[in-house]
């Protein structure tokens, strides 16, 4: 992978909308470039036959009993909305 430059920096910083000041540039560069080599060196890793795993100590996921254990207070919430109908919230349109 080719070298970050302090433009190219400067531009992953306004896309995110983050302020780098210049002092901050040769801090970030190095702490990009450590992150992109660790990113190469993973890229390299063959993977040809491996599975992909859910979980790395290959257990099962353990499944709990499908059971409401919270009580509906849909008309408790919508006793102060500005409109309800049929049990559903009435908002403006405001796309014509």
């Known amino acids: 992978m080719s070298q970050l430059k302090a433009s190219d920096i400067k531009r992953i910083a306004t896309l995110a ?49 499908d059971v409401v254990t919270e009580t509906n207070h849909r008309d408790e919430y919508q006793v102060v909305a500005p409109a309800v109908e049929k049990g559903l919230y009435l908002v403006p349109k405001v796309i014509e």
């Open 17 to 65: 909308q983050i302020a780098v000041s210049d002092d901050e540039l040769p801090m970030l560069e190095e702490k990009l470039q450590n992150t992109l080599a660790i990113l190469n060196q993973l890229q390299s890793v063959d993977t040809t036959n491996i599975e992909p795993m859910s979980d790395p100590f290959d257990r099962t996921q353990p499944f709990r009993d």
